[in-house]
């Protein structure tokens, strides 16, 4: 158990629908990181936010967004839903805003989005 | 910019084989850090290794071992005596320069079989 939790962890929905996919780091971790996962593109980069702001942006379309509350969890929310939105939607978090500079990033165990 | 690549997209051992998983990195920074995550077929990363550029001496865990080489951008990674819960995806990823996000190679499924 890494410790980073994710909910939920399967969503089925149509095509022009939107969803909010939420994560809770680790205690005590103040970065949260947002990577997709799909059969074609791999694992993609999207967002980092650190104690509520955004830091770093990957290949994130213009129809996601996300943010990072007071509590430190985080939402990502994606709207106006296409096939290819369907994937495994992971975050990870780490203490530092340069997680990957001071130690591992811990994942959490994905949310797998269908859209139908 | 920072790239990893992993050539090899399926392998498929006998249980007890030794086996090598390769990746290639890309960067022109002098500090980065090297990781290796594996991804069974629950769906979850889980963290394996992390590396950073100034360390180049080889390491091991039990039947893992990771052999890094500066020299050919190599990190690359040896399970020896594999066993059928050694199958999974395993991805090598980078860190490096002014990023701030891992960069992860395509992934390597892994398959042993009994």
Redesign the interface.
Known sequence: D?GVTQTPKHLITATGQRVTLRCSPRSGDLSV?WYQQSLDQ??Q?LI?YYNGEE??K?NILERFSAQQFPDLHSELNLSSLELGDSA?Y?C?SSVS?????T????????S?LTVL | AQKVTQAQTEISVVEKEDVTLDCVYETRDTTYYLFWYKQPPSGELVFLIRRNSFDEQNEISGRYSWNFQKSTSSFNFTITASQVVDSAVYFCALVSGSARQLTFGSGTQLTVLP
């Open positions: 890494s990181y791999g694992l980069f980092q830091r770093a990957g495994l992971f990870a805003d340069r997680g990957g500079y130690g591992e990033l811990f994942f959490g165990e994905g797998r």
